[in-house]
């Protein structure tokens, strides 16, 4: 079972937290807001406290998360503060909301991982994400549509582009492959696909598209 930490228990990290705890999943919670806290208890392990402080993560326990989401939207401040403690306190995978490019690029030289845009109902799409490993980055690019970065389906493998076709059966682009180096410690490349580039299982395809569609992909 997965243990993910939610940080911020507004309408979005308290969506998430019970999609992801529907999902299967060990959540725990925390939140300055103590009504809040009482609200979240029927599905996370919820505890009232300061993200912004290192040794309040530490003793909850969020060290031991395989994936924390920073879901603090309007405080700036405390949402990076509560990305970097988590970074500290060598979180694997974290996960932040940003609310405009320049927070999101911030959030990023701090050392998210990943960084999302959502809207509410993006939650559930988040939460379906990061329990079945698939969507790595998220972005509503306007209503209804986004750019995704997504892990391979099992359909899909071995095939080249033109024999998934993505673009036919669900209105997705492929705008670019994300492919492992042979040296493990260099970065991906990046690929410009054509028709004839077949996908390889552990790429990362960066897709666009209706929202939906990706989901369906996912």
Do not use: W
């Not at 924390?68 to 932040?96: F, H, Q």
């Not at 690029?105 to 988040?126: C, E, F, Q, T, W």
């Not at 095939?159 to 998934?164: G, V």
């Amino acid at each position: 079972m997965k243990k993910i930490g939610i940080i911020g228990a507004g309408r979005f990290g308290l969506a998430l937290a019970e999609s992801l705890s529907n999902a299967g999943a060990e959540v725990l919670l925390i939140d300055r807001n103590r009504p809040a806290m009482q609200l979240a208890n029927e599905f996370a392990t919820a505890l009232q406290g300061d993200a912004t402080q290192p040794h309040v993560l530490e003793e909850a326990g969020f060290g031991d998360c395989d994936v924390v989401v920073v879901a603090i939207g309007s405080n700036m401040e405390a949402s990076m503060m509560a990305t970097a403690n988590c970074k500290e306190l060598g979180v694997a995978n974290v996960v932040s909301k940003a609310t405009s490019e320049l927070h999101g690029k911030i959030l990023r030289r701090i050392g998210a991982d990943s960084v999302v845009y959502p809207d509410r109902d993006s939650a559930h799409r988040l939460a379906r994400a990061i329990a079945n490993h698939d969507v790595v980055d998220f972005l509503e690019v306007s209503e209804g549509f986004s750019i995704a970065e997504v892990e391979v389906p099992d359909g899909i493998r071995g095939l080249t582009l033109a024999e998934a076709d993505l673009r036919n059966k669900l209105g997705i682009t492929v705008l670019c492959i994300r492919r492992s180096d042979p040296d493990p410690k260099r970065p991906r490349k990046v690929i410009i696909p054509q028709a004839s580039d077949r996908i390889e299982s552990d790429d990362k395809l960066i897709v666009f598209g209706e929202t939906r569609s990706i989901d369906t992909l996912s």
